[in-house]
């Protein structure tokens, strides 16, 4: 992180995605004809579906091109509330879905809108590295919980009592996690809202991965209350992590400081992309993107046990996302070393544990399944080879 006499002072607190260094490196290997197995970044290797393309084509030919409200167009939140009304049989009423610039807008609306100086928000450690950063942002205090397989690395109710005896602002839930892929069972969420409620703190869901759970089909939270922010993105299950945009359904009383918040940010989430997202919602692109899923599920039952015949611990089933948090520590008591190593030594690019937060970070790597399986099987056997 460099320091500068200039910059606020709350960047000396946002850290880099240390994961960017095994980007930058990778690129230089790959100029230099080196072949690298990739599994560091969080987006999979297909582009976005065909169905939605011709849609943003359409809309850019349309004159679709200047801005939309703040909460975004109707067309897109009708849409989803729908989706919430089919697939989970909750009303959604779509003036509370508010359209942001993908998931990260959401996170930044929500913490803009909850956090005073020094409010603290409940976060899991491991945990996605940005979280504490947007808490940060407005000079709240991100605590970071330790968790760990006992409770399927999720916050658990219990932990989150207990910390409201310091008092707390928000507590923010991903669920499937960034870096885990465990999943937290809805009865747990309805647990840790009450608690909110009668704390008077704000629960926030981030359910970016939601659409991409493998073994069963979990109720989204939206299903538990009306009073809690649940945030979603058309980056993962969708497939338009380049589009920018996501939603976030808000509790109605908030909807108001959302809006002006987002129209002094934001003006609105991209245009095009709101209108091509509303394709996202066709049966023909689901039964695309349920493909896509299937593929996915197939590179984790794959990759899982392939990875611990060669000795990293992985001691939580992952059962959504496209990640998988593995203990490196029979290898390593340095994840970031070790992740640069095997980049250099074995041609094969994953996250080290430091990217998501204090807890025996250097203890563990993330890998990405987001290559095709051949390349996954090549990868396999590279670090099979160089770790044996
Ligand atoms: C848990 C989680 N939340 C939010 C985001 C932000 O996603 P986006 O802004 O692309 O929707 C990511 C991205 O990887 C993530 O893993």
Known sequence: MTKTDNHSRRMDNIAPFYVMDIVNRVKELEQEGRDIVRME????????????IQAGIEALQNGCTKYTSSLGIVELRKKISLYYQEKFGVDVPYERIVITNGASGALMLAMGVLVNYADRVILSDPGYPCNRHFVRMFDGDPVMLPVDASTNYQLSASMVEKCHEKGAKA???????????TIIAIDDIARIHQICAA???ELIVDEIYHGLVYDSDPPS???VS???FVINSFSKYFGMTGWRLGWMVVPEKYVDAIDRLSQNVFLSAPTMAQYAAIEAFNPKTIQILEQRKQKLKKRRDYLLPELQKIGFI?????QGAFYLYADCSKFTDDSYKFCLDLLENAGVAITPGIDFGKHNENK????AYVSSMERLKSGVERLASYLS
């Open 221 to 223: 939270a939206v299903t």
């Open 364 to 367: 563990y790597v993330r890998f």
């Open 314 to 318: 992985i001691d939580a089933e992952p």
């Open 41 to 52: 970044v969080g987006e999979p290797d297909f582009v976005t579906v065909e169905p939605i």
């Open 199 to 201: 704390n008077g703190s």
């Open 171 to 181: 507590v923010l839930l991903s669920t499937p996690s960034n870096p885990t892929g």
């Open 226 to 228: 009306d009073d809690l």
